[in-house]
């Protein structure tokens, strides 16, 4: 398996609150992604980085904001959480920008916002 | 905006038959199309990747065509056994490796 880690694995919060996700890689690889799965839309891009401190918008990014100060971790936050950003949301890594190599993924966080 | 559709959204078939499932995509501008595996509760585990140039690609019991002309991929499992139920996704590249997926075929398959 790809060295992925996302914590939490689970969470539940509050509306308004601050919510910050962690992924972190142990393969070195430039590229990271941060994708929400929701039945009815599938996975859907957030944000992703092509390296440190270089990041861009994906689909739906519109209520996040993320960082990479380091490569092997990106965070993803939710600045202040709403019921719409309840989801599963997964972290990815890739080796380079147009390769023929695939994406790996993390087993996911659960965000749960009451 | 690129669209990625999979048809059937569920499948179920005995156990020892081959299938298909099937993949297309609205824009025919793609870097390459992946397929994944999800179990319940689970990550994505990549089975296979098709780069725009190739045609097919095969791993085991597991076969992936790609015409990209047509906006079309198909999944082709062999021999299919009950470990092989599961969620399967295709994913498209835009660059960047972007993914766009679809939905998703639910694959049960019985002993």
């Known amino acids: 398996d790809a060295g992925i880690t996302q914590s939490p694995r689970h969470k539940v919060t509050e509306t308004g609150t601050p919510v910050t996700l962690r992924c972190h890689q142990t393969?070195?690889?430039?590229?990271m992604y941060w994708y929400r799965q929701d039945p009815g839309h599938g996975l859907r891009l957030i944000h992703y980085?092509?390296?440190?401190?270089?990041?861009d918008k994906g689909e739906v990014s519109d209520g996040y904001s993320v960082s990479r100060s380091k490569t092997e971790d990106f965070l993803l936050t939710l600045e202040s959480a709403t019921s719409s950003q309840t989801s599963v949301y997964f972290c990815?890594?890739?080796?380079?920008?147009?390769?023929?190599?695939?994406?790996?993924f993390g087993d996911g966080t659960r965000l749960s916002i009451l | 905006k690129q669209e990625v559709t999979q048809i059937p959204a569920a499948l179920s078939v005995p156990e020892g038959e081959n299938l298909v499932l099937n993949c297309s995509f609205t824009?025919?501008?793609?870097?390459?199309l992946q397929w994944f595996r999800q179990d319940p509760g689970k990550g994505l585990t990549s089975l296979l990747l098709?780069?725009?140039?190739?045609r097919e690609q095969t791993s085991g019991r597991l076969n992936a065509s790609l015409d990209k002309s047509s906006g079309r991929s198909t999944l082709y499992i062999a021999a299919s056994q009950p470990g092989d139920s599961a969620t399967y996704l295709c994913?498209?590249?835009?660059?960047?490796?972007?993914?766009?997926f679809g939905q998703g075929t639910r694959l049960t398959i019985n002993p």
């Open positions: 990815a890594i890739s080796d380079g920008r147009d390769t023929d190599q695939p994406q790996h």
């Open positions: 393969e070195n690889h430039r590229y």
């Open positions: 980085s092509y390296g440190v401190k270089d990041t």
């Open positions: 824009d025919s501008a793609i870097y390459n």
């Open positions: 098709i780069q725009s140039s190739q």
């Open positions: 994913a498209v590249s835009r660059g960047a490796q972007k993914l766009v």
